[in-house]
T-cell receptor, first 114, second 114 residues
Framework: DTEVTQTPKHLVMGMTNKKSLKCEQH?????MYWYKQKAKKPPELMFV???????INESVPSRFSPECPNSSLLNLHLHALQPEDSALYLC?????????????FGDGTRLSIL | AQSVTQLDSQVPVFEEAPVELRCNYS??????LFWYVQYPNQGLQLLLK??????LVKGINGFEAEFNKSQTSFHLRKPSVHISDTAEYFC????????????FGRGTSLIVHP
């Protein structure tokens, strides 16, 4: 059983839609991450939150908008996505943001853009 | 900049045979090393980590890895694989730069045949 829960598991949306991905963890972790993963590729970091504040934005297009309402929740708001944004979106958390901190991943949301 | 090289994109092996998945890293500072496994339609799961101390690290599911600083390697081994070990395996390194974000290798697909 994964300790990081992501909803929905699958999402199909048109290029003009607005949708949100949700991630939740109850391990008391203070760092949370969003990754994008294409098939047969490693995860690519998108955003990092540390103590509910945006710590890293890896030059992600503004059509992706992260939000961290509290220490347990992480959202990713989607708007006007492109077909190349179709991918598996993974959320992860770690106790703190630090080099020695292993990350705990959710099972992801598989996103398809029509 | 830190980097990770997973030399094999795919490793086929028969059930109950031993396996080694190779990982080499490059970094100008001390590093922390991780192996993650990704089963189909799931997120990444931590197999094991090297932070300091003993260079032989034991992980879950019977896997182990050896940190070799002189050869900048962190190869993953299992003495006898099962069908259920079929998955994608990612080596990751962190420690360089202020962001402490891990760099993932491209992944190795382990395929266990009956």
């Amino acid at each position: 059983d994964t300790e990081v829960t992501q909803t929905p598991k699958h999402l199909v949306m048109g290029m003009t839609n607005k949708k949100s991905l949700k991630c939740e963890q109850h391990m008391g972790h203070r760092a949370m991450y969003w990754y994008k993963q294409k098939a047969k590729k490693p995860p690519e970091l998108m955003f990092v939150y540390s103590y509910e504040k945006l710590s890293i934005n890896e030059s992600v297009p503004s059509r992706f908008s992260p939000e961290c309402p509290n220490s347990s929740l992480l959202n990713l708001h989607l708007h006007a996505l492109q077909p190349e944004d179709s991918a598996l979106y993974l959320c992860a958390s770690s106790q703190l943001q630090g080099a020695a901190q292993p990350q705990h991943f959710g099972d992801g949301t598989r996103l398809s853009i029509l | 900049a830190q980097s990770v090289t997973q030399l094999d994109s795919q490793v086929p092996v028969f059930e109950e045979a031993p396996v080694e998945l190779r990982c080499n890293y490059s970094s100008s500072v001390s590093v922390y090393l991780f192996w993650y496994v990704q089963y189909p339609n799931q997120g990444l799961q931590l197999l094991l980590k090297y932070l300091s101390g003993s260079t032989l690290v034991k992980g879950i599911n019977g896997f182990e890895a050896e940190f070799n600083k002189s050869q900048t390697s962190f190869h993953l081994r299992k003495p006898s694989v099962h069908i259920s070990d079929t998955a994608e395996y990612f080596c990751a390194v962190s420690g360089e730069g202020g962001s402490y974000i891990p760099t993932f290798g491209r992944g190795t697909s382990l395929i266990v045949h009956p």
